[in-house]
């Protein structure tokens, strides 16, 4: 592994209080997270993403934090945590956490005490404007369940900026005794033992909001900052932001204008992930072409963090409308499928009809693209989601881990579990679960596995550079190469349902025993490259060569 252990990383991202519930009171826990890290061992996973972990009321499912410096008691305790980060040193397993500091929960004591005077020593923490601000209906994140930005309070007498719910307030990073707390919430954190953060919100975070000013400047010097702090507390410790702007502006937030890569390490590849979306809709891989074709280039150490699905909606709103119609028609197609005027509410399996052959396309295709690999638990099973469920919470059931009741996850009574199982239908626990899929070498959860170990083999996928083999291709078809110190890969991803055959003699001179290492059936000798057989829905990634001949 290089210097840089996030490029060669698989990150898997799960919330503690639906993964796994130690204690029978039908909330997930650390101690039950402790009890699974074999099973994420197993799976190859090397870094785990945790969503929120501090206490919260949890009407942003602890996106809205009261206090920075503790987990949520329902998870457990501090000890529990550093108990959890200890073991999963012991199985080479690092652990990053959500930082959610663009704003608060409206119940934190800071902003509690905040709107209760002007004097109060956190006032200034907050945004405030003494009168209605022009542009209090702009700028919302969900539209259908927020109407404003700006919202009264009645005891401070004066209005508050929240970018998201109304229930969080935004935070002033124009003040430096909010810059100087958020390091300090972040060395705490990593004396602890986290290997970094996944930062949610970062556009906001640095935009200096002006009452009245929807473009407010942005004070990308504070990203600097930030890493410098970070950097200096833990010299491998990363920071994954999540920042879903347009294209242009995304290489100022992995460093300033002398390209050094000075402020995020990796950031999560929105563009990417819709134009995934796209070309599975229409099994079409021109739009992965493009977005390979029109990423911005990344400074020494930056890099992306790829997706088909996270905790929230697939996001198309950088789609046209046409495009989005399009995605929309084949994996959302029903009003209560969509959310927020832009996205699906819907895990991966269910959109592609449950077809194997799909799903294992998919994922294959996004774990060979440059970056790294980001998995939300319970997708290597193959999990549905539950439509009954209001918003993002339809793909936010507990994990399926067997065939008992509550799927494994919970022994406490049913209507006491944090959210619903998933028991009906074709993605039923009893269908789908990890016990039933550990039985099975042929199972999905069994391909996860043996194509994360290939991955693991191919450090050019993640440490190297990917780039579009332009060749004539049959339609359907992405032929790419990720090259690197230690050699060559290619990849065929057959998008289409049509079997066909592909020629790629022109890399033979390169080529030193070419071998298929994952592929979706035994396709035989690869031979001189000049006629690949591809099933319909089919992929190969062949090693074309490694750099010392072994
Ligand atoms: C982005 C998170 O991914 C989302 O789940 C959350 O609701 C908002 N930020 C607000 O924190």
Not at 67 to 95: C, K, M, S, W
Request: hydrophobic content about 35%; charged content about 25%.
């Amino acid at each position: 592994m290089g210097d840089r252990w996030y490029s060669e990383a698989v990150v898997y991202c799960l919330d503690i209080d639906t993964y796994a519930d130690s204690d029978g009171d039908g909330v997930g826990d650390i101690r039950g997270l402790i009890g699974r890290l074999d099973y994420l061992a197993r799976l190859g996973v090397t870094c785990l993403w945790l969503h929120p972990i501090h206490p919260s009321p949890n009407k942003d499912d602890g996106y809205d934090a009261t206090d920075f410096y503790n987990v949520d008691p329902r998870f457990g305790t501090l000890g529990d945590f550093a108990e959890l980060l200890h073991q999963a040193q012991n199985r080479g397993i690092r652990v990053i956490i959500d930082l959610v500091v663009n704003h608060t929960s409206d119940e934190h004591p800071w902003f509690q005490s905040a709107r209760s005077s002007p004097d109060s020593p956190y006032r200034d923490w907050y945004v405030w404007s003494d009168t209605e601000p022009d542009d209090r209906h702009q700028g919302m994140v969900f539209p259908g369940e927020q109407n404003e930005t700006w919202s009264y309070d009645r005891t401070a007498k004066a209005w508050y900026y929240h970018r998201f719910y109304k229930f969080q307030p935004d935070l002033n990073f124009a003040n430096p005794e909010v810059r100087a707390e958020i390091k300090k919430v972040m060395s705490f954190w990593l004396q602890l033992g986290v290997s970094g953060f996944r930062m949610d919100a970062v556009p906001f975070i640095i935009e200096l909001t002006e009452p009245g000013n929807p473009n407010s400047p942005k004070d990308f010097e504070f990203l600097t900052e930030m890493r410098q702090h970070v950097q200096w507390r833990r010299a491998d410790a990363v920071l994954l932001a999540e920042a879903n702007v347009e294209p242009d502006q995304l290489p100022t937030f992995f460093g300033d204008s002398g390209s050094s890569g000075n402020r995020i390490h990796m950031l999560f590849d929105f563009m990417l992930n819709g134009r995934l979306m796209l070309a599975l809709a229409r099994q079409d891989p021109e739009p992965v072409i493009e977005a390979l074709r029109d990423t911005p280039a990344l400074p020494a150490g930056g890099q992306w963090a790829t997706f088909l699905r996270n905790h929230d909606e697939i996001d198309l709103s950088r789609l046209t409308a046409e495009q989005r119609n399009q995605v929309y028609a084949e994996f959302g197609p029903d009003e209560d499928m969509r959310i927020y005027d832009r996205g699906i509410r819907r895990r991966l399996a269910p959109m592609l009809g449950n077809d194997r052959r799909r799903i294992e396309l998919a994922y294959a295709l996004q774990f060979s693209l440059r970056g790294t690999p980001v998995l939300r638990y319970g997708e290597e099973i193959g999990m549905g989601e539950d439509l009954s469920l209001p918003g993002r919470e339809s793909i936010r059931t507990p994990m399926q881990w067997s065939f008992k009741p509550n799927a494994g996850f919970s022994t406490a009574e049913p209507e006491k579990l944090v959210r619903p199982v998933i028991d009906k239908g074709e993605f039923s626990y009893e269908k789908v679960n990890v016990t039933a899929q550990r039985r099975d070498p042929k199972s999905l959860l069994g391909w996860f596995e043996r194509m994360i170990r290939t991955l693991r083999e191919a450090p050019e996928i993640g440490s190297g550079a990917t780039t579009h083999i332009d060749v004539p291709m049959p339609a359907g078809v992405l032929a790419h190469r990720a090259d690197g110190p230690t050699g060559t890969m290619v990849f065929l991803h057959n998008l289409g349902t049509e079997d066909v055959e592909v020629d790629l003699s022109m890399l033979a001179p390169e080529a030193d025993l070419p071998t298929d290492v994952l592929a979706d059936r035994g396709y035989g000798e690869v031979g001189k490259l000049d006629n690949l057989k591809l099933a319909g829905y089919g992929y190969r990634w062949i090693r074309l060569c490694w750099a010392a001949k072994i």
